[in-house]
Nanobody, 124 residues
Framework: QVQLVESGGGLVQAGDSLRLSCAAS????????MGWFRQAPGKEREFVAA????????YYADSVKGRFTISRDNAKNSVYLQINSLKPEDTAAYYC?????????????????WGQGTQVTVSS
């Protein structure tokens, strides 16, 4: 059974940093590209960042470039999202997702497995 478990969210102030983690089990982690998405109340799920099977293939949404960094550790079956200079508009539930392909994808429908999400709330 595939499980993705996010952690690291919380209530922070604008300008703070957070590091989100996603621990995967039940799959051959190194064979999956991984993505981070977020969803604010009343809004659609939004692509944030993705990383390919190797760490050399990375893509970010324009809205987070320069502040967010995605990384993975295949030995630990984990993917991470470092978020710096948090803004109130970053407030959302953050989800990690897994896709069994070489490419990296921005569309949620491309991802087979999802975590339950971790909430990030940024106060001004």
């Amino acid at each position: 059974q595939v499980q993705l478990v996010e952690s690291g969210g919380g209530l922070v102030q604008a300008g703070d940093s957070l590091r989100l983690s996603c621990a995967a089990s039940g799959l051959t982690f190194s064979s999956y590209s991984m993505g981070w998405f977020r969803q604010a109340p009343g809004k659609e799920r939004e692509f944030v960042a993705a990383i390919g099977r190797s760490t050399g293939n990375i893509y970010y949404a324009d809205s987070v470039k320069g502040r967010f960094t995605i990384s993975r550790d295949n030995a630990k079956n984990s993917v991470y999202l470092q978020i710096n200079s948090l803004k109130p508009e970053d407030t959302a539930a953050y989800y990690c997702a897994a896709n069994p392909s070489f490419g990296i994808w921005t569309a949620p429908a491309r991802y087979n497995y999802w975590g339950q999400g971790t909430q990030v709330t940024v106060s001004s």
